[in-house]
């Protein structure tokens, strides 16, 4: 029972990754899977309306069942609207965008995000994720969690997105240890080009990191002399969640 449920995480993580449809063989090859036991696990989630089989190609996708399931786990979360409220007054006062996230395993989670008026990229970020690693969001967060936890992350490898990107982990101990120094972290083009991230973590009234919010823009509006104008500005909004939390 346990190997069988297993492959069928292993199949739903495949098909949230992918940024296509899969058909049963693929799968199979991808996973190191017999077809069979794909093709019954297939059926069963489809049976459940998690996956969605294209009838021309018999080729598979996840459903926008997952998008109902999301929407159940936001609303239980009290002070969403308050969250998305004060980055909403954050995104107005300065005009750009900002974020909220929370820790999933070796990523973070967008929680909720604002966007300028102007930004063509008004969009609900709910679910989507990044590398703790090399964002400001996920080094805010990552810089105030259990040593343990930070010896775990980085004794796996680190994947290198931009020229920018701290794979060495004694290189990416200091800059977490900088950031714990500043209270707020930068993302100096490490995960995209052209884009940096001012970030400061959001902690509970036991002093936990819970998450972290963030200000993200085109590189060319955000010199060093404005990391902490944006970092002050976070801060406020950043201890005003904490509290929500109590």
């Given at each position: 029972?346990?190997?069988?449920?297993?492959k069928?995480?292993?199949?739903?993580?495949?098909l949230?990754?992918?940024?296509?449809?899969?058909?049963?063989?693929e799968?199979?090859?991808?996973?190191?899977?017999?077809?069979?036991?794909?093709?019954?696990?297939?059926?069963?989630?489809?049976?459940?309306?998690?996956?969605?089989?294209?009838?021309?190609?018999?080729?598979?996708?996840l459903?926008?069942?997952?998008?109902?399931?999301?929407?159940?786990?936001?609303?239980?979360?009290?002070n969403?609207?308050f969250?998305?409220?004060?980055?909403?007054?954050?995104t107005?006062?300065?005009?750009?965008?900002?974020?909220?996230?929370?820790?999933?395993?070796?990523?973070v989670?967008?929680f909720?995000?604002?966007?300028?008026?102007?930004?063509?990229?008004?969009?609900?970020?709910?679910?989507?994720?990044?590398p703790?690693?090399?964002?400001?969001?996920?080094?805010?967060?990552?810089?105030?969690?259990?040593?343990?936890?930070?010896?775990?992350?980085?004794?796996?490898?680190?994947?290198?997105?931009t020229?920018?990107?701290?794979?060495?982990?004694?290189?990416?101990?200091?800059?977490?240890k900088?950031?714990?120094?500043?209270?707020?972290?930068?993302?100096?083009?490490?995960?995209?080009?052209?884009?940096?991230?001012?970030?400061v973590p959001?902690?509970?009234?036991?002093?936990?990191?819970h998450?972290?919010?963030?200000?993200?823009?085109?590189?060319?509006?955000?010199?060093?002399?404005?990391?902490?104008?944006?970092?002050?500005?976070?801060?406020?909004?950043?201890?005003?969640?904490?509290?929500?939390?109590?």
């Open positions: 029972m346990q190997k069988s449920l297993v069928a995480l292993q199949i739903l993580e495949l949230s990754n992918g940024q296509k449809d899969y058909g049963i063989s799968i199979a090859d991808s996973l190191d899977l017999y077809k069979s036991n794909v093709h019954q696990i297939l059926n069963t989630f489809e049976q459940f309306n998690y996956v969605r089989k294209d009838p021309s190609n018999h080729r598979y996708s459903s926008v069942h997952f998008l109902e399931i999301a929407h159940r786990i936001s609303s239980r979360i009290t969403h609207e969250i998305r409220d004060r980055l909403q007054a954050l107005d006062e300065l005009g750009e965008i900002t974020y909220y996230g929370v820790p999933d395993g070796s990523k989670m967008y909720s995000g604002a966007f300028p008026m102007s930004s063509v990229s008004n969009q609900s970020v709910l679910g989507m994720t990044a703790l690693v090399c964002t400001g969001i996920g080094k805010a967060i990552l810089a105030y969690m259990p040593e343990e936890q930070i010896d775990e992350l980085l004794s796996k490898p680190i994947e290198k997105f020229d920018n990107t701290i794979t060495d982990p004694d290189k990416l101990r200091e800059e977490l900088k950031i714990r120094n500043n209270g707020y972290s930068v993302d100096n083009m490490e995960h995209e080009y052209g884009v940096k991230c001012v970030a959001v902690l509970n009234h036991l002093g936990h990191v998450g972290a919010v963030s200000i993200t823009g085109p590189s060319l509006r955000f010199p060093a002399s404005s990391y902490k104008k944006y970092a002050s500005k976070l801060q406020n909004v950043a201890v005003q969640i904490g509290q929500s939390m109590l």
